[in-house]
């Protein structure tokens, strides 16, 4: 196993030099800098290795780049509209690129409009430590008073709207504002930052597509882009949704066993794996984790080890 650490490049405020004290010898990483849907070129790959190498030196640890988290894939591929297809080839030639430079591991995931989703980016722990946070009521804070969306009554409870309500009423003008940042693109990895209105867009796209749907898309895309993570010698990791639960509406689908095995029978090949997210998979509570490991274990090209705890419901 090689012990590595995700850092989101030169602007990310965690250096290289603090990875080295983290005991890591890899480093996980993407080129967020290009825009979703653009092909990394071999040069692109390049530029970014150097990068690391120049901060490497015959006096510590030489850190390489092993794992890319991720070549994020464009809501139209999972539309499977508009440019789809053009998406689609400069992926293709993206993972051929990136393996140029052996680099052969890439994870990367299948979650509508948004990439993983938290509430809340700076929760104090009592450690005096920061953390992300996801709380499921704020998500219908979001869609209720943020979206302004109608008919919630169809996918939560009355007594998880109720809920909402008295959470929201405990909320400062500030806590809107951060939430808003957490969940329309807060996050490093985020596709872009959405204004309320082009989210609103966003949901509207998928509006008519259904779990089958999207499942369908995901197959199409994998079997379009295996062959050539075979040919480059390319593991291939596809990550849990993050948190697996729909949200917005929007079906979520690579969340389960279930939903694991149905993209492994799409494409039957070493290169068509899993990135074993022990925290993603572990927070939706009928998931058992380890059954999850020793059914797939042979599948499974990236890990991501968390410490889980579970509540009793």
Same mark, same amino acid.
């Given at each position: 196993?090689?012990?590595?650490?995700?850092?989101?490049?030169?602007?990310?405020?965690?250096? @290289?030099?603090?990875?080295?004290?983290?005991?890591?010898?890899?480093?996980?990483?993407?080129?967020?800098?290009?825009?979703?849907?653009?092909?990394?070129?071999?040069?692109?790959?390049?530029?970014?290795?150097?990068?690391?190498?120049?901060?490497?030196?015959?006096? /510590?640890?030489?850190?390489?780049? /092993?794992?890319?988290?991720?070549?994020?894939?464009?809501?139209?591929?999972?539309?499977?509209?508009?440019?789809?297809?053009?998406?689609?080839?400069?992926?293709?030639?993206?993972?051929?690129?990136?393996?140029?430079? /052996?680099?052969?591991?890439?994870?990367?995931?299948? *979650?509508?409009?948004?990439?993983?989703?938290?509430? !809340?980016?700076?929760?104090?722990? #009592?450690?005096?430590?920061?953390?992300?946070?996801?709380?499921?009521?704020?998500?219908?804070?979001? =869609?209720?008073?943020?979206?302004?969306?109608?008919?919630?009554?169809?996918?939560?409870?009355?007594?998880?709207?109720?809920?909402?309500?008295?959470?929201?009423?405990?909320?400062?003008?500030?806590?809107?504002?951060?939430?808003?940042?957490?969940?329309?693109?807060?996050?490093?990895?985020?596709?872009?930052?959405?204004?309320?209105? =082009?989210?609103?867009?966003?949901?509207?796209?998928?509006?008519?597509?259904?779990?089958?749907?999207?499942? !369908?898309?995901?197959?199409?895309?994998?079997?379009?882009?295996?062959?050539?993570?075979?040919?480059?010698?390319?593991?291939?990791?596809?990550?849990?949704?993050?948190?697996?639960? #729909? @949200?917005?509406?929007?079906?979520?689908?690579?969340?389960? *066993?279930?939903?694991? !095995?149905?993209?492994?029978?799409?494409?039957?090949?070493?290169?068509?794996?899993?990135?074993?997210?022990?925290?993603?998979?572990?927070? /939706?509570?009928?998931?058992?984790?380890?059954?999850?490991?020793?059914?797939?274990?042979?599948?499974?090209?990236?890990?991501?080890?968390?410490?889980?705890?579970?509540?009793?419901?």
């Amino acid at each position: 196993m090689q012990n590595s650490f995700r850092w989101y490049g030169p602007t990310d405020p965690v250096k @290289l030099t603090d990875i080295r004290q983290a005991n890591a010898e890899y480093v996980v990483t993407s080129l967020h800098q290009i825009p979703y849907g653009e092909k990394w070129s071999k040069n692109d790959v390049k530029k970014r290795i150097n990068y690391i190498n120049k901060n490497n030196n015959s006096y /510590n640890i030489n850190l390489k780049w /092993n794992v890319v988290e991720s070549i994020p894939v464009h809501n139209n591929i999972k539309l499977r509209t508009k440019n789809f297809k053009k998406l689609i080839s400069n992926y293709k030639d993206t993972i051929a690129n990136i393996a140029a430079n /052996n680099i052969n591991t890439i994870c990367y995931n299948f *979650m509508p409009i948004v990439d993983w989703t938290r509430t !809340q980016l700076d929760f104090k722990l #009592p450690t005096d430590g920061l953390a992300l946070k996801f709380n499921y009521l704020q998500i219908i804070i979001f =869609e209720m008073y943020i979206l302004k969306l109608k008919n919630l009554e169809k996918r939560y409870s009355n007594k998880q709207i109720k809920n909402a309500e008295k959470l929201f009423k405990l909320m400062k003008t500030n806590d809107i504002k951060n939430l808003k940042l957490a969940v329309m693109g807060g996050l490093p990895a985020s596709e872009t930052k959405y204004s309320v209105s =082009e989210f609103k867009q966003m949901l509207s796209a998928y509006k008519d597509m259904d779990n089958i749907d999207i499942k !369908q898309n995901l197959r199409e895309f994998i079997k379009e882009i295996m062959p050539v993570a075979e040919e480059n010698n390319v593991k291939m990791g596809i990550h849990p949704d993050d948190p697996p639960i #729909p @949200l917005f509406g929007v079906p979520r689908i690579v969340s389960t *066993m279930d939903d694991y !095995q149905y993209i492994f029978d799409s494409y039957d090949s070493p290169c068509n794996g899993m990135t074993f997210c022990a925290g993603s998979l572990a927070s /939706n509570f009928y998931n058992d984790v380890y059954k999850i490991f020793n059914k797939f274990k042979k599948r499974i090209n990236f890990i991501h080890l968390r410490n889980v705890k579970k509540r009793k419901r």
